[in-house]
Structures are given as structure tokens and as C-alpha cells.
């Protein structure tokens, strides 16, 4: 139990401190061994307070990678970028990267003209909603100029989101009858411990305020459901897939009223400030969900196809007819959810819906997977768990070594979760029957 957890630590404190993006055996291999030791540690913790004990290791873990820089992701770039516009009185959802270099001046110019290298986006508008763009103001104004501040700074708010989320998880677990167990499938996840605390990436956010939506939607607490779902659809744009699923079969009119006047106040303060550049926040989200690619099942081998067959015009449509398809695959698991409804709310459907959106999806970041590691604590728990590991093979893009293995192991890694679901829906049949 000690040599693995030492195992454990280790992995895990060595994919955010030494990891480097374009290397790729430094993330694999110590996320498999993070992995395995997590394996052997979830099966030998039973007792309620083993499993709290591990919490608090974990826990200390976590803040030990507080001092840790984001190696795996360059967004903290453009975190600091927009948190330098926003701490100074500017808007960054108006003007892109490129517009501000050339036409601002000022004291924080030269910050700015310091981090312009190293942003990945530079001619496109900032898709961070609002509540992300009020953490990297704080921090901004707090850290100065002094980047590695800005990153404890903004871990810390991190930190303090990730223990509210342990609470409210901990608590709908138990209120939902699942063992208090499957809470260490989210929290110790090697994935949503790299990729949530130690990346920075605003899907923790998400998955908080959608959790806390949850615990008092099955309260029927529902104006203070609809007001958190709003904060998490704010927090991430993904958590509004999981609104349909909020909707009342009882009362109807009035218990929906009160769940959409919740909803709809932070989505009507969120667009007063990005309404200004409400056309390149547009123009950056359509140009992301239909021309970038990374780590796709089915958009790179459909752009590829149209582009050995010359098919140009169907090749700028394969974006939306993805998007086509998943609404399709939407409308029926909502309205099969809708009619089968209970009063709680339906992880079953949760879950089916964002592993399609992922499926269809043009990019999967492997921080895409950890609101389906969240839901995989209620369903599935397998499937989840195998492709949160599973993901790191995508991270082969950036290493030139290996980049030309990529499609193999891309196509390698959507292999194995397939038979993964497979074999954890029929084991689930059987015990059914």
C-alpha cells in the first residue's frame, strides 16, 4: 500500500513539474504507472476511513502542485492575456491578439508584448467565458507581470473550486445511493489531477456548478438549480448540453419557470459583457468546432477522405453535418429521457450525451474527458476511468517523433473504450438479469 502510493505521488508530481508537452514517452509512461498505482490503491481502499485518509493524501498532493508551471498546455498564455486586458479596464472578447498588438499602447503594452509569442491563437477572438475571464483579472491584478505568480494565484482559486466540488460530489454520491468509494474515480483521477489542477483548465468549473445544479435539482430546489447551471454554462460553454435534461415533468409551468429565472441571470450577465464582441467570439467558436482538429474518431478520416477524392466544397462540411448528427442522437436521448423521467436527475442520458458530443467531436483535449469521468462516478465507471487514461495517447501530436504514429494510436485508443463499453454494458446486463 506505501510503495504504491509512493508510486502514485510520484507519477503524478512528475507530470507537473518535469513533463514537457513535445515529449511524449515523459507523459505516458508516468501516467501509466499514476495509473496502475491508482488501480491498486482504488480495490485495496474499503473502509470509509481509508478512503478519507486518501482524500486528504491526495489532497496535499494537489497542493504541492500549486508551484508547479503548466507544461502540458500553453493556454496560460492566453489566461494571462485576457487577465492583463480585463485587470486594466478592456474587454478581451472584442478585439484578437493581433488587432491589440498593433493598436494599443500603454504601460501594460509591454506585457503584453512579452506573452504575444507565446500565444497558439493570436488571430482569433478569446472563447473564455465570463466567470474564467473574472479569475484571470484578479490574478493579474494581484501577480503583476510576474507570470509564475499568476499561476499559484490562479491554482489557488482552483484549489479552493476543487474542495467545494469534493463536498457537494461527496455528498450526491451518498444521497444517491453509490458508494463513497467511486468519488476517488473524479478526485484521484491521474487525468482531472493533471488536467484540472495542474493545466488550469476551466472544466473544473463546469463540473462544479453543474454538481452543485444537480444536488438541488434532486432537492427540488430549483431556482438555485437553474442559477448554477447558468454559472457552469458561463464557466464553460460544453455545460449547456446538460440543460435539457433539468426540465420538469411536474408542475410543469411553474417548477420550469423558476429553473429557467435562475438559468437565464448569469447567461444575461455573462452577455452584457461579451456582447461587444459578440461577432469574433462567434466567428472563433465556429472556426474552432469546425476547422481544428485534434484527437477526432471520425472528423480527421472524414477531411482526409474528401481531400484524396478532391472533394473540397463537402470537405467545409463535414464539421456541420457532425454537429447534425449529434443533434439528431441529442433530441433522442432527451426525449427518451424526458418521457422515462423519475424526479432525480438521469446520469444514464448525462452521460450518453456528452461521450456522443465527444465521438462527433472535431477536438477531444484530453481535459474535454473529465465532465465524462465526473458523470462515469454515477454510469459507467470503467468506460470513463479507461478513457481517461486512454486520452494521454493524444498527446503524440506534439512530439515529432512520434507524431507520425498519432492516427494509429488515436484510432488504438477509441478501439479499446469501445470494448471496454461493451464488455461494462453487457456485465451490467447480466447483472440485471
Known sequence: MISARILYSLSLLYLCFFSEQSQWLSIICPAALAVVSFVYLYQSLDEPKQIKHFIFFVLALKFISLFAFPNLSDDIYRFKWDGVLVSNGINPYINTPDEIIKSYSGEFKIELTTLYPYLNSKPYHTVYPLISQFAFGLCSKMAGSNLYAFNILLKCIYLVADLILLYFLFNLLIKTGYPQKRILLFYANPLCFVELIGNLHFELFLILFLCIAISNYNKSKL???GFNLGLSVISKLNSFLFAPLFLSKSNFIQKNFLLTLGFIIPLTAAAWFIFPGITGYK????????????NSLLYRHLTEYCDSNKLYDAKKL??????LCFLVVAFYLFIKGYFNKHSNF?????????????????????????TLVFLSCFYLPLTGF???FLVFCSYARYDLTVEPYESLLVTMEYIFVFIVLLFELNKMKIHKA
Open 386 to 388: 479507461t478513457w481517461s
Open 318 to 323: 463535414v464539421g456541420f453535418y457532425l454537429m
Open 346 to 370: 438521469s446520469f444514464q442520458t448525462a452521460w450518453y450525451l456528452i461521450f456522443t458530443y465527444l465521438l462527433l467531436s472535431s477536438t477531444v483535449h484530453p481535459w474535454y474527458l473529465t
Open 283 to 294: 466567428s472563433s467558436l465556429g472556426l474552432y468546432f469546425h476547422q481544428f482538429e485534434f
Open 223 to 225: 431556482f438555485r438549480s
